[in-house]
């Protein structure tokens, strides 16, 4: 089993940044490819971004490509997602998961996820 905690959500104005960070516990958090994902009221869950179990390959979603930064510290067991340039359309609750999956792969299906976090919200007012 892997734990995963996010935290680092908030109300933030339009144009402001705001980094989420997961942290893991349990497995061997360099087992596992990350990923971020998020869900607006009323939406389908939605894929962020995704990085490789080393932190060398990450892959976003188009949309947000430029604005947001999948990272991660295998040494700390952490997941960051910093977000910039936030915008209205932005708010949802974020959720991080681990995917356990090849060294090199990047995956934005959510079934390839074994592992989520409970998410934060993220509001982002105009």
């Known amino acids: 089993q892997v734990q995963l905690v996010e935290s680092g959500g908030g109300l933030v104005q339009a144009g402001g940044s705001l980094r989420l960070s997961c942290v893991a516990s349990?497995?061997?958090?360099?087992?596992?490819?990350m990923g971020w994902f998020r869900r607006a009221p009323g939406k389908e869950h939605e894929f962020v971004a995704t990085?490789?179990?080393?932190?060398?390959?990450?892959y976003y979603a188009d949309s947000l490509k430029g604005r947001f930064t999948i990272s991660r510290d295998n040494a700390k067991n952490t997941v960051y997602l910093q977000m910039n340039s936030l915008k209205p359309e932005d708010t949802a609750v974020y959720y991080c998961a681990a995917a356990g999956v090849g060294y090199y792969t990047l995956t934005k299906n959510q079934y390839d996820y074994n592992y989520w976090g409970q998410g934060t919200q993220v509001t982002v007012s105009s």
């Open positions: 349990g497995r061997t958090f360099s087992n596992y490819a």
């Open positions: 990085i490789t179990r080393s932190g060398a390959g990450t």
